[in-house]
């Protein structure tokens, strides 16, 4: 079984804290650096209002905008991510939170609507969508019956809900969204000290949006505790994944020249080091980096609401001997886990935090992920395709148990009958095997054109060291004419899949499962050359005509030359006679025309 | 006659164009005949036609007085001749038949050209100041529908339009207008002199220049012009000009009154003959037809080069924005990689030391060599390994393994991968460097340029693609089998893709293999069965490479381009070639079939130019490419490039190859017909079979001539020749549906065997080729029926269906692939010629001598004997040519081979077959 890492513990044992806490206001900023000179920091902002109080309209650290939609729209849990990027797991390790506070590539929008049944949960669906596109400046009101889709069992509510609620689980995504500063705005206003004081001061669109990756998530759930007070909690929190040589560049002179030569690094021991050959020589020592040199501020005190409360606020998670310079009169607490420090800020008291270069000697040990999964479309050609999704178990000893769910748009149209599995064992050799070995249950949606997308849920295992390859064929729809977006050779977004792992089986029993999504897919769709369809049309149907027209004349007429036609004609007795008719006709008519 | 009565005429009747043709008067014809005269003049170079002869206002003076009658005669450009021909013709025409011959060379070498020619100089040079030329047939055109139009309003003088009328002389102004409008360079105001002058002409001002005549006849008698002219339009003719109809079929020759102004009978005669000749119509028309369709299609491909058939090359996706960004990529770079180059250059040379040792220097001839790649030690790989992983990149290998012709190649491909910083794993750009170039040469500096490169984009942040450095053993083998995989389409001996990123959007191939500086850059485009990157990716590369970085561009080995036309048209039939074979000529060539564009930049010559500057253009172009925002789709991919930014796209040349396969096509629905409705020889088969053919063809002549003298009465031909003629289809459908299928044999055995026993394999099949059509033809003979009658149109049918297949697939190929199409149509031609000799027309001495005079000469132009041919002009050996074809069937996926096999071969065989017949 596979040690939950020390990070997600450490993430969990606040969340736990912070949830029992009632009415309340609790932030925090969690720093690691990680390998490849990364640096992980995740900001999280908790408050609580009770229930009554939500109720009544009365909101204090609940932001009202938010409180007023989510009422209007009879949402009782409501989850909504911004991600960018992708979490690099093999050189960064599990992600954040497990997962639980990330989205897929761009926008992912999931509640639970209180409605009397599947329709009315739609439409309030769409209220809620429209309004947070509004609220967020995001495209959400894209999100339309074929974006829509009810998971089975991918997603659990995590707040309580009383039993008498008729809860509808609907689920959106928009792979193509670009999430940018304008999304963080709103995001922050929505914080009791909106980015002015406590950590979220250190929120800066131009370094944030210049990470690696970076995901935002808003959560909002009801929580009643066993004597029945009942909370609703709105947790915000912003990872981000920095590059420290990129952040660390001054912002007027962002461009990565070449280092000046005086400056390379070279490995002086090659016999052909001289001053215009250099070998460049991997630098083993952690970079220096700050608190100001990465965020391009320091934190400017704490938020006043977070007052009284006992646990550090910026937590930083590197070895106890590792040198940290912190501002005067902050207070550090190391926890005894050996990795983990914590300062608590002075309110209206500015906060940096310095880290020297030095020799690394020890690093914060990184769990192995339990899951790797990898989304790729294969195959050519503008009618066929193929999916192909490879699980890896790197655990020697255990399987992993998980539910694999994917939404599909409906102009990809997959053929399920031709899912099918392949294993590879640590021994390399490929085994074809009958899917339903790994597929333990199936749930299949087809889709309808124009209106809904397939959803595919699939409870999968693994076995342990071993690496399941799932493909399926599918087949390309040709969209009408003004169904094409103006950018059609881009290709058109595929959302990622999400997958959910059971807590029992790789979440190391914890209750909280891991979720993990793959990446989006690019899908080139057959496109019409929109620049010339007239050209195109009007010359290849006159091409067309002309020598259908021309060849099919040549082949079933007979051509004869005109004494041989006159002499045909004269020779039968019925042409004689309509000969004759002709004639006559034509006097009758010549008469006619004359005396006009 | 057994035919039911005649379908209603045909809305275009072919034969009354040729009636209008054959009876345009005298004048009419010389005007365009000196038209045309011009045109053609125009495309040599030595001396500027328009220069000498157009109305330039500021040149003219007394001694340039005859501009002002040479400018009608001259055209820039093919269409404004052909259009102005067009639209001259059947006014000239009226205008000659109504006024006679002499009055209208009176006039239009006079006054109708002078005058409006006076108009606009005067309104040109001395009220506008300005000094614009004009040329053109254009301005009689306009004169004589201001004329027409004049007299159409004494008649009919208003058009009504709603509410409105509008006098009918208006009508030319608007004609000019639209002209104007539409037609880029057209005088307005040499239109409206030319119109002017024409009202003036129709209303009758101008009489007075109109010759006397009393003088006319007077000429006309004395010089007995009518009797010695063909077509000329005599003064006493004149007036029936406007009312003449052509005869029509119904009319027949009987209404011999209208028809007089023909002139005399004789000529009438002999148009009837040409009318009522099948033999000529059937067996004559489609042989000058189907010339005339090759010639055409010949020349067509030779006009191409000129500037107004070829164009500049531009950039059509704005996305792109080549140049407009600084390339950094300089100082501490090189330095990087310098040290890069010499950590490998050590590897290596231990590699090879050890190698040395171990191998003993055998005895390799060079072809082996040639094919086998040298496979890189475990070092080497591990090196570069090992500098992208400290860069920063994903790195995973993947091993191949291809076997063809006996011949193994193996490798291992190494790749990186830059995630982009933000990117989410949908696009892709692929930066290639082949340890081997395309030329098979050690690409030391190409490699270390690419490390290099590697970890200068990582430190970059504005890349919105993945990067994919890929480092395959060798240009042939390892692209492709790194390509397949990345669409999970590899084969079984070739290890799927550990590591893959999104949808690759473009692919540049880095060749450096000299140490020295360069000059210029040598841009390979073609890929695999002739396929092409888009064109913008190529101007993109040129338009970087030289704007920005100030490095010439070369392409298709064409060192020094003068921009003439023997280098044009050098540089197009190169890409041509090869296109035509379609091979791969470089790393680049394998991404074509999966719909990426690529291309492979080849430092060329001793410049001043470094590898840093290599790297720049190679920066700029992938930052070019990062901002793609769609998939490269607005340019061309179907085009032949005749300079660095000239180019000539697939509706220009497509006529060319299309012109050589529709020779094919109309010989064969001739062949049909014939089969059908005409008999060549039935005439001749009621005579005595000794008739000889000059003989035979006097009859034919004579009772066609008899049919038309006396012309309504039954026609001299035997009631049975033209009764419908049952096609014995069987025969000849499976005998060229057999061939076609044969040909899967060659193909199999010439892909298949192993490469030492392919020269044996080419000789074999010549010996074959020479036997088989000969062992056909006597097989085939024994069991074709017994009469003569069916002999031939057995034979004719084979021909049918055989040219019928070849014109099909070879006008589908040349939309696909233009230049092998161009070059397989080309080698047939002669099948289009080569017929049964008919015994009845030939002795059979005479006949077998023709007969296997023909069948050498077919012989020669028989796929393996060109092959040989080719090789030998090339110097390349035969072995090479088909291990390297071999292996672009097995690897590639090169489809040349069916062509040549299944198409190419079986017309071929058919061909000689027919001539085979003869000797039998």
Redesign the interface.
């Known amino acids: 079984m596979t040690v939950l890492s020390l990070l997600s513990l450490l993430f969990l044992a606040a969340f736990s804290s912070l949830a029992s806490a009632n009415s309340d206001y609790h932030e925090s900023l969690v720093l690691q650096p990680l390998p490849q000179s990364a640096l992980l920091a995740s900001f999280n902002f908790q408050s609580n209002d009770s229930q009554t109080s939500f109720n009544e309209r009365h909101f204090r650290y609940f932001p009202r905008a938010l409180g007023q939609i989510l009422r209007h729209a009879n949402t009782k849990e409501l989850h909504l991510r911004f991600t960018t990027g992708r979490w690099d797991a093999e050189s960064w390790g599990p992600r954040p939170w497990n997962g639980t506070k990330e989205g897929g590539t761009g926008v992912e929008l999931w509640a639970w609507i209180d409605a009397v049944d599947d329709e009315s949960a739609f439409a309030k669906w769409i209220t809620l969508a429209q309004s947070l596109s509004g609220l967020f400046c995001a495209s959400l009101n894209f999100i339309d019956s074929t974006r829509t889709t009810r998971p089975v069992a991918s997603f659990e509510p995590t707040g309580t809900h009383a039993a008498s609620d008729n809860l509808h689980l609907l689920h959106g995504t928009l792979p193509g969204e670009v999430v940018c500063t304008e999304n963080l705005t709103p995001f922050l206003k929505l914080l009791p000290c909106k980015g002015k004081a406590g950590v979220a001061s250190l929120l800066d669109g131009h370094k944030l949006f210049d990470a690696s990756w970076q995901s935002m998530s808003v959560d909002v759930r009801p929580i009643c505790t066993q004597t029945g007070e009942c909370v609703v909690q709105i947790d915000q929190s912003v990872d981000i994944v920095l590059d420290i040589d990129r952040s660390k560049r001054p912002r007027d002179n962002p461009i990565p020249r070449p280092v000046p030569n005086e400056q390379l690094v070279c490995d002086t021991s090659k016999p052909y080091h001289s001053d215009d050959t250099c070998y460049p020589l991997e630098s083993t020592s952690e970079k220096s980096w700050g608190l100001s040199e990465i965020f391009g501020r320091s934190i400017s005190g704490s938020c006043p609401l977070t007052e009284g409360s006992t646990d550090g606020t910026v937590c930083l998670r590197v070895p106890h001997e590792r040198e940290v310079r912190a501002t005067e009169g902050a207070v550090e607490v190391k926890k005894p886990d050996g990795y983990t420090r914590c300062f608590t800020l002075e309110s209206s008291t500015p906060f940096d935090l310095n880290i020297p270069e030095q020799e690394a000697t020890t690093q914060v040990p990184l769990d192995e992920p339990v899951l790797r999964a990898e989304r790729t479309i294969v195959g050519h050609g503008q009618e066929r395709g193929g999916m192909r999704i490879i699980f890896d178990n790197p655990s020697d000893t255990h399987p992993v148990d998980f539910i694999y769910f994917e939404t599909l748009p409906w102009f990809l149209r997959p053929y399920v009958h031709t899912l099918q599995a392949t294993i590879t064992g640590r021994d390399g050799l490929r085994r074809q095997v009958p899917a339903s070995q790994f597929i333990k249950e199936t749930f299949y949606r087809p889709a309808i054109d124009r209106e809904r997308g397939t959803q595919l849920e699939l409870a999968l295992s693994v076995p342990a060291a071993s690496t399941v390859t799932l493909t399926y064929d599918f087949e390309k729809a040709i969209l009408r004419y003004t169904e094409y977006p103006p950018d059609a050779n881009r290709g058109f977004n595929v959302a990622p899949a999400v997958i959910k792992l059971s807590p029992a089986g790789g979440g190391g029993g914890a209750s909280h499962p891991i979720y993990i999504r793959t990446t989006s897919l690019l899908l080139p769709l057959p496109t019409p050359d929109f620049s010339m369809p007239y050209n195109v049309i009007i010359l290849t149907s006159t091409v067309i005509a002309l020598a259908f027209g021309s060849i099919f004349n040549l082949l079933v007429r007979r051509f004869v030359t005109a004494e041989e036609a006159s002499a045909m004609r004269a020779q039968t007795l019925k042409s004689r006679l309509g000969g004759k008719l002709v004639a006559l006709r034509d006097r009758v008519k010549g008469k006619t025309a004359k005396t006009e | 006659?057994a035919?039911p009565?005649?379908?209603p005429p045909?809305p275009f009747n072919p034969s009354r164009v040729r009636s209008y043709v054959l009876r345009l008067p005298l004048f009419t014809r010389l005007v365009l005949l000196a038209i045309i005269v011009f045109w053609l003049l125009e495309l040599q170079t030595v001396w500027s036609v328009k220069q000498w002869g157009s109305l330039i206002p500021e040149e003219i003076n007394i001694g340039t007085m005859y501009r002002l009658n040479t400018y009608p005669f001259i055209h820039f450009g093919f269409f404004h001749a052909f259009l102005n021909l067009l639209a001259l013709t059947p006014l000239l025409e009226r205008f000659e038949a109504e006024h006679g011959t002499l009055t209208a060379v009176a006039l239009f070498f006079g006054p109708l050209s002078t005058f409006p020619a006076g108009a606009y100089i005067l309104i040109e040079r001395f009220v506008l100041h300005r000094n614009t030329e004009v040329f053109g047939a254009s301005v009689w055109v306009f004169l004589l529908l201001g004329s027409e139009a004049i007299r159409t309003f004494k008649s009919n003088p208003y058009f009504s339009l709603g509410p409105y009328k509008i006098p009918t002389w208006t009508s030319p102004l608007f004609a000019c207008g639209l002209v104007s409008i539409f037609v880029q360079n057209a005088s307005l105001l040499g239109h409206l002199c030319a119109i002017f002058v024409g009202y003036l002409f129709g209303l009758g001002y101008l009489k007075v220049f109109v010759p006397p005549e009393k003088v006319l006849r007077w000429i006309e008698g004395k010089l007995n012009l009518l009797g010695r002219l063909p077509h000329y339009v005599s003064v006493d003719q004149k007036t029936f000009g406007r009312y003449g109809v052509l005869p029509t079929?119904?009319a027949?020759g009987e209404r011999a009154t209208p028809m007089s102004y023909l002139g005399s009978s004789q000529r009438l005669a002999a148009i009837r003959k040409l009318?009522?000749n099948?033999h000529f119509?059937f067996v004559h028309l489609p042989h000058i037809l189907s010339f005339l369709c090759i010639v055409a299609g010949v020349v067509w491909l030779l006009l191409l080069p000129l500037n107004d058939y070829s164009r500049q090359t531009y950039i059509s996706e704005n996305a792109l924005l080549p140049g407009q960004v600084h390339a950094?990529?300089?100082?501490?770079?090189?330095?990087?990689f310098?040290?890069?180059k010499?950590?490998l250059e050590?590897i290596l040379e231990r590699q090879t030391l050890s190698e040395q040792d171990s191998r003993n220097d055998e005895f390799t001839p060079a072809y082996v060599h040639f094919l086998c790649p040298i496979t890189l030690s475990a070092p080497v790989s591990d090196k570069v390994q090992s500098i992208l992983r400290?860069a920063?990149l994903?790195v995973a290998t993947q091993k191949y393994e291809y076997t063809s012709s006996g011949i193994t190649h193996q490798g291992q491909n190494v790749y990186a991968i830059i995630?982009a910083?933000?990117?989410?794993?949908?696009?892709a750009i692929v930066l290639v460097a082949a340890w081997r170039t395309a030329d098979d040469e050690l690409n030391l500096n190409g490699v270390s340029l690419a490390l290099t490169l590697a970890?200068?984009f990582k430190?970059?942040?504005l890349w919105s693609k993945d990067i994919i450095f890929v480092l395959p053993p060798d240009s042939k083998s390892g692209t492709q089998a790194w390509i397949d995989a990345y669409?999970?389409?590899q084969p079984a001996f070739v290890q799927p893709l550990p590591l893959?990123s999104?949808?690759l959007q473009g692919g540049l191939v880095i060749e450096y293999p000299f140490d020295h500086r360069f000059e210029s850059l040598h841009i390979l485009y073609d890929g695999v069965n002739g396929q092409l990157p888009n064109l913008d990716l190529f101007n993109t590369a040129v338009s970087i490479a030289g704007g920005q970085m100030g490095i010439g561009s070369n392409l298709q080995e064409m060192w020094d381009h003068n921009d003439s036309y023997e280098m044009r048209l050098q540089t197009i039939l190169r890409g041509m070639v090869k296109q035509g074979f379609g091979y791969a000529t470089g790393a680049h060539s394998s991404f074509m079939?999966?719909?990426i564009d690529a291309i492979t930049l080849q430092p060329k010559g001793d410049g001043w130019q470094d590898e840093m500057a290599l790297g720049r253009t190679i920066e700029g172009l992938c930052r070019s490419l990062n901002n793609l925002?769609?998939?490269l789709?607005?340019s061309f991919f179907f085009y032949l490039l005749m300079q660095t930014n000239r180019f000539v796209s697939i509706g220009t040349y497509l006529p060319s190859a299309m012109l050589i396969a529709g020779n094919f096509t109309i010989m064969a629905?001739a062949l049909?017909?014939r089969t059908g409705?005409y008999f060549g020889s039935e005439q001749a088969a009621v005579k005595p079979p000794a008739a000889s053919a000059g003989e035979t063809n006097k009859q034919v002549a004579v009772s066609t001539e008899k049919?038309?003298a006396n012309?309504?009465?039954?026609?001299a031909v035997k009631t049975d020749s033209?009764s419908i003629i049952e096609r014995q289809l069987a025969l000849p459908l499976t005998l060229v549906v057999g061939l076609h299928l044969l040909g899967l044999i060659p193909l199999y055995i010439f892909n298949n065997i192993h490469h030492q026993y392919y020269p044996t394999a080419t000789y074999a099949s010549i010996a074959i080729n020479a036997i088989l059509p000969i062992a056909l033809a006597a097989s085939l003979t024994r069991g074709l029926t017994t009469t003569l009658r069916e002999q031939s149109q057995q034979s004719l049918l084979i021909k049918s269906f055989s040219l019928l297949v070849l014109g099909l697939f070879l006008s589908t190929l040349a939309t696909l692939n233009f230049s092998l199409s161009f070059m397989i149509g080309l080698l047939c031609t002669p099948l289009s010629f080569v017929n049964r000799i008919d015994p009845r027309t030939a002795s059979r001495p005479l006949r077998a001598v023709l007969a296997v005079a023909g069948l050498v000469l077919l012989n020669v132009l028989s796929p393996p004997i060109v092959l040989l041919v080719a090789c030998r002009y090339v110097g390349v050996d035969v072995e090479t040519v088909l291990t390297q074809a071999a292996f672009g069937w097995d690897v590639w996926g090169m489809w040349t081979q069916v062509v040549v096999w299944c198409v190419w071969w079986p017309a071929w065989v058919t061909g000689c077959a027919l001539l085979g017949f003869s000797l039998f």
């Open positions: 006659m035919t009565a005649a379908l045909l079929t119904t027949g009318r009522s099948p119509l950094y990529f300089s100082g501490s770079e090189q330095h990087i310098r040290g890069y010499k950590e050590a400290a920063g994903k995630q910083p933000r990117g989410d794993a949908t696009e970890g200068y430190r970059w942040s669409h999970d389409m893959k999104g949808a079939p999966y719909h925002l769609e998939h789709h607005q629905i049909w017909l409705y049919s038309g012309t309504a009465q039954q026609p033209n």
